[in-house]
């Protein structure tokens, strides 16, 4: 296997301009490829929206027709007109009932059409409308509903009346006695709830996708019942084997009519209907062929130009590589004198320029030693005076320290506990602050949160409460020295001081399961508007990524600061993750090793 470095210029330059051509090449295909697949999905995620529309409005449909026949078949009147044999009784007492029960259910839902009443001898013995005996008919020949031994609901299959310019499907529900002196538990009759297809053509006749797609609804037998195209309702389809008896979507990619297809159905449990969506998938990808016929297009430009390009690098590029090469063999046989002459005005011929301009100055470099001496002596004074500098910065912390002892003594002298407790808690946290080292113990850093929510305490006069629940396991754990401190600050100043009335403070620490430490720091103050959150989080995730000089003061320097550091020494993964809801409080959750 031939080495890279090894390969002449030309080669090496040859070789990646093919490698740029092929990764220009695999980048359309790539793109075209994941076009293609984003628009597959969205159609699917469009019918499977459209299918549980469906279904929810046939779920209703069907709960609607069931507690229609329930309320029917369980009305005491019903059950007294079909089990007595008095004429009389069922004319003039039961019968107008009768109608006002039926009445009342079929006004309950828009889908019914018709109500029946069967009695145990088999005889359509009331309905609403005409007397539709064709129905009828067609129903008891094919499920038997008549007999003794049907007991069972069912959700019928289509039923097509050629007298009618519509479709109709069924509910068959039996009328068990429920009175004791009306034979307990008998079946005493059949009530038929026979709806209309119309109401179900106008929940898919305006589905489509594409202008081929179908969109339409199955009965148990796999007859169309309705569908966005009208010409195949009543028509079995059988040309895609479909499972049953799941209640989840399916999703399968098949031939349709000899074209290839998105398959997606789901079945209706109650009554075995299936809600089936089939797009071609030529049709999704019919608008891309004009993008796929652009990107060809300007892929064959782009190979050329990159030909092109590629030619005139390697001839300006390596002609004066080939010259300067030649000159550097001349000088290793101490031809000094020679210089190169006509170099190319692009970085070889500075790398030319600077060669001739060596020559002329090897005579000048003892001089150019002493000068590098010079140099040497200047930057150690520099560096001596940096970490002067560094003392004398580290007094004045020592110095307030002392001052602060100073005034700590003498509020205890005139008995102003305020000003003392003030002062020895500001003075622990400055000699926490000068403290060397940057790591400190979980405990110390809890310390100094605790001094300054007693000075926090002093200054807002009790304003708010304050919680700590930290677990022991981790207090003496390693940390980032002022982590939390500036977080605490925030909570106070922009949360909990602008809150009408006493907020709260809790500061949580724990050891997560995955080993790593979390703090999490609450308030209820005035919270944050959700523009106002996301600019904070932005200029953090900004900060972090391209350094302070990105930073927005506006959005609080503090948190931009800790996320750094926990960033920076702990990893990439960890840092602040923050949520507010205004007018509920701001929570802060804190993540680290």
Not at 205 to 226: P, R
Not at 439 to 464: A, Q, T
């Amino acid at each position: 296997m031939i080495q890279f470095d090894r390969l002449k210029l030309k080669q090496q330059l040859a070789l990646l301009i093919t490698i740029a051509i092929l990764m220009m090449l695999l980048i359309q295909l790539g793109y075209y490829y994941r076009f293609h697949n984003l628009t597959k999905e969205r159609a699917k995620v469009y019918a499977s929206n459209m299918m549980n529309q469906v279904e929810e409005n046939l779920n209703t449909s069907i709960e609607k027709m069931e507690q229609g026949a329930y309320a029917v078949s369980y009305n005491r009147h019903v059950q007294e007109y079909l089990s007595t044999n008095d004429p009389q009784r069922k004319l003039v007492e039961l019968y107008p009932f009768i109608l006002d029960v039926l009445e009342y259910v079929k006004s309950s839902d828009g889908n019914i059409y018709d109500i029946m009443l069967i009695n145990r001898e088999g005889k359509l013995i009331t309905n609403l409308y005409d007397y539709q005996y064709d129905i009828f008919q067609a129903l008891e020949d094919k499920y038997q509903f008549t007999k003794e031994e049907f007991k069972a609901p069912v959700h019928t299959s289509l039923v097509m009346d050629p007298d009618q310019p519509f479709c109709f499907y069924a509910y068959i529900f039996p009328v068990i006695s429920s009175t004791p002196k009306l034979d307990l538990f008998d079946k005493i009759g059949t009530v038929l709830i026979i709806c209309k297809t119309l109401p179900l053509e106008n929940m898919v006749s305006d589905i489509a996708l594409t202008s081929g797609s179908l969109f339409f609804i199955l009965d148990k037998e796999n007859k169309i019942i309705t569908s966005n195209d009208a010409n195949i309702q009543g028509q079995v389809f059988d040309e895609i084997p479909l499972e049953d008896g799941s209640m989840k979507e399916k999703e399968l990619e098949r031939k349709y009519k000899g074209r290839n297809s998105i398959v997606q159905y789901k079945t209706i449990k109650n009554a075995e209907w299936k809600i089936v969506s089939i797009i071609p998938v030529n049709e999704l990808m019919s608008d891309m062929q004009q993008i796929k016929t652009f990107g060809l297009l300007l892929g064959v430009i782009m190979v050329i130009l990159l030909l092109a390009i590629g030619l005139i690098f390697i001839h300006n590029i390596t002609r004066p590589v080939s010259q300067l090469v030649s000159f550097m063999e001349q000088i290793g046989d101490q031809n000094l004198q020679q210089r190169l002459k006509d170099p190319a005005p692009n970085e070889i011929g500075m790398i030319a320029e600077y060669v001739n301009k060596m020559l002329d100055k090897i005579e000048n470099i003892t001089n150019k030693v002493l000068t590098t001496q010079t140099t040497l002596y200047e930057t150690e004074l520099a560096k001596k005076q940096a970490e002067l500098s560094a003392l004398q910065s580290q007094i004045n912390p020592h110095f307030l320290y002392n001052a602060l002892n100073c005034i700590s003594s003498i509020g205890l002298a005139n008995n102003i506990m305020e000003i003392a407790d003030i002062s020895s808690a500001m003075s622990r946290i400055f000699r926490y602050c000068v403290k060397g080292g940057g790591l400190v113990s979980i405990r110390e850093e809890i310390d100094c949160i605790k001094d300054y929510l007693s000075v926090m305490n002093i200054r807002y006069g009790g304003k708010f409460t304050a919680t700590m629940d930290i677990e022991g396991r981790i207090l003496e754990k390693k940390t980032l020295k002022m982590i939390l401190q500036p977080i605490v600050e925030n909570a106070i100043c922009h949360g909990l001081a602008g809150k009408i009335g006493k907020g709260c403070l809790i500061i949580q620490g724990k050891l997560t399961e995955d080993r790593y430490i979390s703090f999490q720091i609450c308030d209820d103050g005035k919270g944050m508007e959700e523009s106002e959150l996301a600019a904070l989080q932005q200029s953090i995730l900004e900060t972090a990524k391209n350094g302070m000089e990105s930073f927005n003061a506006k959005a609080g320097i503090g948190l931009a600061n800790i996320h750094n550091r926990i960033q920076l020494y702990f990893g990439k993964e960890y840092g602040l993750r923050i949520e507010s809801r205004l007018g509920e409080g701001t929570q802060v959750l804190s993540d680290f090793r």
